[in-house]
Nanobody, 130 residues
Framework: EVRLVESGGGLVQAGGSLRLSCAASGSTFGDHVLAWFRQAPGKGREGVSCISSADGSTYYADSVKGRFTISSDNAKKTIYLQMKSLKPEDTAVYFC???????????????????????WGQGTQVTVSS
């Protein structure tokens, strides 16, 4: 069993920055993809970004491209989401998810289909005030 624990959420003013962390623990797993999703109040869950353990390839949703950066520390089994130039519309609960599949190269939005991800964290709240 894999456990994912997010941290780093909080309240920040528009234009500010936050860094989220997601630590994975539990069963050993091979190639995988770790991703960030978010869910704003009253809305469905949205795929934000992901990173492949196989080759480090990344994907970003258009809504965060150029502002968010995903990175990983494989030794620590931890991924990070550096968020800059935050906007009130970034307010959401951010979830970390792990998919036990191999993905390399250039990704399409299909990489963020929720059904691909096997394990989910409990989420961390990010609130951006205007």
């Amino acid at each position: 069993e894999v456990r994912l624990v997010e941290s780093g959420g909080g309240l920040v003013q528009a234009g500010g920055s936050l860094r989220l962390s997601c630590a994975a623990s539990g069963s050993t797993f091979g190639d995988h993809v770790l991703a960030w999703f978010r869910q704003a109040p009253g809305k469905g869950r949205e795929g934000v970004s992901c990173i492949s353990s196989a080759d480090g390839s990344t994907y970003y949703a258009d809504s965060v491209k150029g502002r968010f950066t995903i990175s990983s520390d494989n030794a620590k089994k931890t991924i990070y989401l550096q968020m800059k130039s935050l906007k009130p519309e970034d307010t959401a609960v951010y979830f970390c998810a792990l998919g036990k599949f191999t993905a390399t190269g250039s990704f399409t939005p299909g990489i963020m289909r929720e059904m691909l991800y096997d394990y989910w964290g409990q989420g961390t709240q990010v609130t951006v005030s205007s």
